[in-house]
């Protein structure tokens, strides 16, 4: 299975002074553990990072340390995650069927969450790994009122890894070209165009690092493994 991590981000809400992959939980940095997890994966065969240009020096120090025994390939990012991926999809190789899009900063995401989105994608057009939510979720306007809630048994909070049909994710991101759509995740785009997107069973734990607290946060979690 193919796998393409966007790593191109700022970390704006982290608020550090350089992207927030490169900031370290416990020994290693946050790009550092999601690539060992990936390493772990059997189903996993090639990894894509996206990344910054400017970032490469960096990244690729890290790579080299980590002694991967997979191919590692870097393709440049885009201004927005939409953008970064769809770099990605072009820098994949062209025997790529099916490929699992994971965010460099769910750097908690085992193994095993991995080879259960790489073996499933086999069977559908696309997925994402996703846990029903806890809280109560409300529609909010731009007046801080309430307008609505919607019902908390047809709610889930969208996880990666998410996999796709690599045709048909390229067909749904040129569409998002075409008519301008802005997505925060690819399932969206799936979504726009009518085509199924199954969900995978997620991790309580499979945090997405976006803010300090959440650095904290993977400590303890990582410290319990
Ligand atoms: N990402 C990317 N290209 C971008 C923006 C984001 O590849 N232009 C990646 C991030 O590096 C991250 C993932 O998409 O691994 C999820 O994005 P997010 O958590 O929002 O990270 P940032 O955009 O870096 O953080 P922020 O939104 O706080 O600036
Ligand atoms: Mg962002």
Not at 155 to 182: D, I, M, S, Y
Request: aromatic letters at 6%; hydrophobic letters at 45%.
């Amino acid at each position: 299975m193919y796998l393409l991590i966007p790593a191109a981000g700022s970390g704006k809400r982290m608020g550090a002074n350089c992207n927030k992959l490169l900031l370290k939980v416990h020994s290693q940095s946050i790009i550092a553990w999601t690539l060992l997890a990936a390493e772990a994966a059997s189903q996993i065969r090639w990894i894509g990072i996206i990344s910054q240009p400017s970032e490469w020096h960096d990244f690729k120090a890290i790579v080299a340390g980590l002694a991967m025994t997979k191919p590692v390939e870097f393709i440049p990012g885009g201004t927005t995650r939409q953008e970064s991926v769809y770099n990605g999809l072009q820098a994949l190789p062209s025997e790529a069927k099916e490929v699992l899009i994971h965010d460099g900063a769910r750097c908690l995401a085992t193994p095993e969450l991995f080879n259960a989105c790489a073996i499933a994608i086999l069977n559908c057009p696309g997925l994402i790994a996703a846990v029903p939510v806890k809280d109560t979720i409300k529609v909010v306007g731009e007046s801080g009122i309430i307008e609505s809630t919607p019902k908390r048994e047809k709610l889930w909070a969208a996880q990666t890894p998410q996999g796709f049909n690599v045709q048909l994710l390229k067909q749904c991101h040129a569409e998002g070209v075409r008519q301008g759509w802005e997505v925060t995740d690819d399932a969206a785009l799936f979504e726009k165009c009518g085509i199924q997107v199954r969900i995978v069973p997620g991790e309580e734990t499979n945090l997405k690092v976006t803010t300090p607290q959440d650095l904290a946060i993977a400590e303890l979690i990582l410290s319990l493994r």
